[in-house]
């Protein structure tokens, strides 16, 4: 298969955890004789220095053209510390979506077995955890009218829905359910907000065409609380925009990680892969972030495309990973200089070698002593 991806790198780590992503997609097109063509782009903050736009016509453009997009992470300090600025990085992302229609957000959370210490819940309550969060992506109060008085005092944001996005993005997560363990929870606060009432009834009326799927409901508050008390209960989560986004980020912590979350938006259209977490200033350049939940963002790529084979491939190669303790030190608790290239490097390794690559690899680039 020939792919042209579009690569958006971005701001802080994001370049250093894509380029690592990239190495186990050229292992893939290597190893199963496909071929993949990169072109990258600028966005966000780097976007706004060199041409004070946060989404350039170009970027747009190439996404456009291209069949899938990689993307990396947006925001720097200077925009974050500055509420005042008038062009922000987010508004290259949001942008993004809304032109390409990337109305769903598929953010898998799962409790590795290997991984189980490492989370800050305990072992007991998350071991067996598997979720697919599905937050609707281009609506809500994030794309709502906007207001602010002259004297700057008074402030507003408009969460407004339509009923054709909440209809498109239900069939998504009804569809993933019938795959899955069959039961989807719907999370809003239908008993003070109306926009959550007129999901609460969509919602309703389309798992009649679901009939061998189950359908439960959780406000917001208590669907946060849930998640941390007992998150084996979950299969398929849906939600609106702002509570996914609040909702996923809190998952995170399940899996001991944030770099460990992976992500799709698609629409219609266009389709987009990126790990959840954001740009990381304090850790640019180091080396250290892990890159574990962008490479895991190109096997979802590949599963869009159906090159199912391939993306269990990379997943081996990440489940290796864990397995050895070749992870960054946000979860390396065995060696002090793994870093983020040399976690790229080891799945690389371990897609072209599957049947080779264990602890000698380990041993080789720490500069330890090897016998083969």
């Known amino acids: 298969m020939e792919l ?32 993949f063509k990169f072109k990258t782009a600028d966005v966000g903050a780097v976007a706004i220095d060199n ?22 992470a947006i925001g720097h300090p200077k925009y974050d510390n500055n509420p005042s600025a ?14 390409l229609g990337l109305y769903a957000n598929i953010r898998p959370v799962k409790a590795y077995q290997t991984l189980l210490d490492k989370s800050p ?13 599905y937050r609707e992506l281009t609506g809500g109060i994030y794309f709502g009218e906007k207001y602010l008085s002259e004297d700057e005092n008074v402030a507003s944001d408009l969460c407004m829905y339509s009923r054709e996005e909440i209809e498109r993005i239900t069939h998504l997560a009804f569809k993933a359910a019938q795959n899955r363990r069959r039961k989807v929870t719907l999370v809003d606060k239908a008993n003070v907000l109306e926009s959550s009432r007129l999901w609460r009834k969509v919602v309703t009326e389309v798992a009649k065409d679901y009939k ?17 008390l007992n998150p084996k209960q979950f ?19 399940i899996g001991g990680s944030i770099g460990l979350l992976a992500s799709a938006s698609v629409g219609d ?41 391939e993306a269990k491939l990379i ?57 083969i």
């Open 4 to 35: 042209n991806i579009a690569v958006l790198s971005g701001d802080g780590i994001g370049p250093e955890v894509t380029n690592q992503a990239i190495k186990a997609l050229n292992a893939i097109a290597l190893e199963f004789n496909h071929n």
């Open 212 to 228: 061998d799927v189950e359908l439960d409901f959780l406000f917001v508050d208590n669907a946060a609380m849930q998640m941390i």
């Open 235 to 253: 299969d398929v989560v849906l939600t609106e925009n702002m509570f996914g986004d609040i909702i996923s980020d809190e998952a995170s912590v």
């Open 86 to 99: 008038k062009v922000r990085p987010e508004q290259g992302l949001l942008k993004l979506r809304k032109e």
């Open 51 to 72: 041409c004070n736009d946060p989404l350039p016509k170009d970027t747009l453009s190439l996404c456009k053209t291209s069949d899938a997009i990689l993307f990396g």
């Open 315 to 371: 997943r081996m190669a990440v489940e290796k990973s864990l397995k050895l303790d070749i992870t960054t030190p946000d979860i390396n608790t065995k060696y002090d200089n793994i870093t983020t290239s040399r976690v790229g490097e080891f799945i690389e390794d371990f897609i072209l070698n599957p049947n080779d690559t264990n602890m000698n690899f380990t041993n080789i680039h720490l500069g330890q002593s090897t016998i």
């Open 121 to 133: 819940l305990k072992k007991h309550i998350i071991e067996g955890t598997d979720i697919s969060i």
């Open 269 to 309: 259209k266009y389709a987009m892969f990126e790990p959840i977490h954001g740009s990381f200033p304090q850790a640019t350049g180091k080396d250290i972030a892990n890159p574990i939940a962008s490479i895991l963002s190109a096997a979802m790529l590949l599963e869009h495309f159906e090159l199912f084979n």
